[in-house]
């Protein structure tokens, strides 16, 4: 049974970094695709970071230059490293993972909340 389990959300000022983690358990590692969204009240969920099994990663451009996914193979964990927050990165975080040859998500974790206050 997959299980993603975040952490490390908080509340910092503009300007701040905080660095997310995602503990997965119950597959493979490394042969999921795995990603990290964003959801703030109010707006539809967000995607926010991708890397595939190869360890290229994909950001879009509200993120790109501010925001690192990466992953620890020895401790199969998902890492978010985000610096330059401003408000507009308040949210609930959320991990995901994928079987890579398909398009959807399948596998989510509860959420992590990240709140950036100017």
């Known amino acids: 049974q997959v299980q993603l389990v975040e952490s490390g959300g908080g509340s910092v000022q503009a300007g701040g970094s905080l660095t997310l983690s995602c503990a997965a358990s119950?597959?493979?590692?490394?042969?999921?695709?795995m990603a990290w969204f964003r959801q703030a009240p109010a707006k539809e969920r967000e995607w926010v970071a991708t890397i595939l099994t190869n360890g290229r990663t994909n950001y879009p451009d509200s993120v790109k230059g501010r925001f690192t996914i990466s992953q620890d193979d020895a401790n199969h964990t998902l890492y978010l490293r985000m610096i330059s927050l401003n408000p507009d990165d308040t949210a609930m975080y959320y991990c995901?993972?994928?079987?890579?040859?398909?398009?959807?998500?399948?596998?989510w974790g509860q959420g992590t909340q990240v709140t950036v206050s100017s």
């Open positions: 119950g597959y493979p590692w490394g042969t999921y695709c």
């Open positions: 995901a993972a994928r079987h890579c040859y398909l398009s959807k998500y399948d596998y």
